[in-house]
Nanobody, 122 residues
Framework: QVQLVESGGGLVQAGGSLRLSCVASGGTFSSYAMGWFRQAPGKEREFVGAITRRSGGTYYTESVKGRFTISRDNAKNTVYLQMNSLKPEDTAVYYC???????????????WGQGTQVTVSS
């Protein structure tokens, strides 16, 4: 079973950038599709995007396309979420997630990190 630990969250002004990292342990990282989700206060968890196991194909929700980029380094067991042009509405707890089976683009993930807070001030 894979364990996931996110880092890199913080407070940033609107228009700024942050890069989140998620380090995996306890599994063969390259076997997992990896996703990023977020949950704002009072809202349901939202799929942000995902990356496939080996080819590195990526998927994004419409609201972050062109601003967020997901990448992975299988040698470092790490997936990244580069967030640019941040907006106050991006404020949320961000979670990385992993799954062994199924399409990366389908938001039914099995393993979750503890989350990292991202706050964007206006």
């Amino acid at each position: 079973q894979v364990q996931l630990v996110e880092s890199g969250g913080g407070l940033v002004q609107a228009g700024g950038s942050l890069r989140l990292s998620c380090v995996a342990s306890g599994g063969t990282f390259s076997s997992y599709a990896m996703g990023w989700f977020r949950q704002a206060p009072g809202k349901e968890r939202e799929f942000v995007g995902a990356i496939t196991r080996r080819s590195g194909g990526t998927y994004y929700t419409e609201s972050v396309k062109g601003r967020f980029t997901i990448s992975r380094d299988n040698a470092k067991n790490t997936v990244y979420l580069q967030m640019n042009s941040l907006k106050p509405e991006d404020t949320a707890v961000y979670y990385c997630a992993a799954k062994l089976f199924g399409l990366a683009s389908v938001a039914n993930y099995d393993y979750w990190g503890q989350g990292t807070q991202v706050t964007v001030s206006s």
